[in-house]
């Protein structure tokens, strides 16, 4: 399994740690990677069997395009209030949505989640996205572009957004887990169609395993805290009051469809996939 170190994969490691992959009969080997989408290569030859944390959007995508015969095994992380928010400095006249209209946000990846959801949540407090202008940094330099004035605001996520604001004194302008976009799926454990068909005891037996680590995650936050910080670079501190993502436990069409709605509207996508054809359903 490519594993990339966020909160969003934290089943896996609880999985480990309770055994729970050995419960089911199963050998994982995580290998971390810096980007899912690095890892489609190693995914398509087979050399990887599952990227966990696999944000939808870029592989629904390569789905659309031929490069993946996409099988979503399990959701990761969906949505919650403020796991990522519009940063910005203290003096700024920047207070809601419709003060980002012709101002420059910074996103990690053009035309990704962040763009999307923060779309949504602009068109729901009447606010036109077209007018936002969109500029790619990396998490760990939006701190710098924010500070240096190269941008107007910046997108972020934990555990940069504690960073921010105990460094510059960024205040939260845009809440951006807000309505509409609550509860919205954002990353998966990701294989492909070919494995899922050819292996199904496998790949059920690891779904059931990840699922047992979701509900695990879900309902005992100290245990997502301790581990935390022996597989990503949030440390205890910040791993005890960071905002965490939500952990999905269960495999949901109309959940996921949300997810292929934003992108449809925000013309992402030339066509609507078949979800119940792309997420994994155990024969009985």
């Avoid at 055994?19 to 089911?24: A, G, I, S, W």
């Avoid at 099988?71 to 400095?89: G, K, P």
């Amino acid at each position: 399994m490519a594993a990339l170190p966020l909160a969003d994969n934290v089943a896996v490691y609880i999985a480990q740690k309770e055994k729970l992959f050995e419960k089911e009969g199963l050998e994982v080997k995580i290998e971390p990677v810096q980007q899912s989408t690095k890892a489609i290569p190693a995914l398509v030859k087979g050399d990887v069997n599952v990227i966990a944390g696999a944000n939808y959007v870029s592989f629904l995508q390569a789905n659309e395009k031929g490069t993946l015969d996409l099988s979503v095994l399990a959701e990761a992380a969906s949505m919650t209030s403020h796991m990522m928010d519009a940063l910005v400095m203290p003096d700024s006249k920047i207070k809601t949505p419709k003060d980002l209209e012709g101002k420059k946000v910074a996103v990690n990846i053009l035309n990704n989640i962040q763009s999307l959801t923060l779309d949504a949540i602009l068109k729901a407090n009447n606010a036109d996205p077209s007018k936002v202008e969109y500029v790619s940094v990396p998490f760990p330099q939006m701190a710098a572009a924010l500070e240096k004035g190269q941008v107007d605001a910046i997108h972020t996520v934990e555990p940069f957004t504690s960073a921010t604001e105990k460094d510059l004194g960024a205040r939260v302008a845009v809440d951006g887990g807000a309505e509409p976009v609550t509860n919205t799926p954002i990353a998966g454990y990701i294989s492909t169609q070919k494995f899922a068909k050819e292996n199904p005891k496998t790949a059920a037996a690891f779904q059931r395993a990840i699922f047992a680590a979701q509900k695990i995650a879900a309902g005992d936050r100290k245990k997502v805290e301790d581990i935390l910080p022996t597989y990503t670079k949030i440390d205890a501190k910040v791993a005890s009051v960071i905002t965490l993502p939500g952990y999905p436990t269960s495999l949901n069409t109309t959940r996921m469809q949300k997810v292929v709605d934003l992108m449809d509207s925000a013309k992402l996508l030339k066509e609507k996939p078949d979800l119940k054809t792309i997420l994994f359903q155990p024969s009985a």
